[in-house]
Nanobody, 125 residues
């Protein structure tokens, strides 16, 4: 059974930093992993992804501030968030696609089949 568990969220003042972690179990190694977020009243959006070859993709809104990384073949992924802004406030989700993607990252979040329960990040002024 696949399970993704996020940790590291919380409240921080604008300009501060947080590091999110996601530990996945039940997945084969070298799987694409991604971070997504959903703010109140908004659609869920992709934040960052990392594939089996450690190639990363970051949303324009977080480039230069957030960085996704992983522990090699281990399906543990991190999101280092620096210089947080009020608009970063959201529920953050970790996700992974099925094995048919063979380590590649889907372009569309609808192809991410496994999701964590989410963790809240709140940025205040």
């Amino acid at each position: 059974q696949v399970q993704l568990v996020e940790s590291g969220g919380g409240s921080v003042q604008a300009g501060g930093s947080l590091r999110l972690s996601c530990t996945a179990s039940g997945l084969t190694a070298y799987r694409c992993m991604g971070w997504f977020r959903q703010a109140p009243g908004k659609e869920r959006e992709e934040v960052a992804t990392i594939n089996a070859n450690l190639r990363t993709r970051h949303a324009e809104s977080v480039k230069g501030r957030f960085a996704i990384s992983r522990d090699g073949a281990d399906n543990t992924v991190y999101l280092q968030m620096n210089n947080l802004k009020l608009e970063d406030t959201a529920m953050y989700y970790c996700a992974a696609p099925t094995s048919e993607w063979a380590g590649r990252c889907p372009q569309f979040q609808s192809n991410f089949n496994y999701w964590g329960q989410g963790i809240q990040v709140t940025v205040s002024s």
